[in-house]
Nanobody
Framework: QVQLVESGGGLVQAGGSLRLSCTAS????????MGWYRQAPGKQRELVAE???????NYADSVKGRFTIARDNAKNTVYLQMNSLKPEDTAVYYC??????????WGKGTLVTVSA
């Protein structure tokens, strides 16, 4: 079983930056993916960015050029650097760990609020 601990998030003005972190612990095999999803009020949860243990990354079009995902495989940690934040980035951000069997685990979420 994998457990996820998220940190970061908070309140920031538009144009500001925040950094989210998520560390996985437990039984972790080397072939996996870690990423961030977000859910705004009244909307479905959506992919923000994801990175595989092999170094591949995937971003939502809405965050390309503003957000950067990075992994430290030795620490089983994924980071999301969010720059040029916009009010529409306001959401609960969830970390997700996906193992080699495509079974995934969610973090509890961290709130990001961007004021205009």
């Amino acid at each position: 079983q994998v457990q996820l601990v998220e940190s970061g998030g908070g309140l920031v003005q538009a144009g500001g930056s925040l950094r989210l972190s998520c560390t996985a612990s437990g039984t972790i095999f080397s072939n996996n993916a870690m990423g961030w999803y977000r859910q705004a009020p009244g909307k479905q949860r959506e992919l923000v960015a994801e990175a595989t243990s092999g170094g591949n990354t995937n971003y939502a079009d809405s965050v390309k050029g503003r957000f950067t995902i990075a992994r430290d495989n030795a620490k089983n940690t994924v980071y999301l650097q969010m720059n040029s934040l916009k009010p529409e980035d306001t959401a609960v951000y969830y970390c997700r760990f996906t193992n080699y069997r495509a079974v995934y685990v969610w973090g509890k979420g961290t709130l990001v609020t961007v004021s205009a």
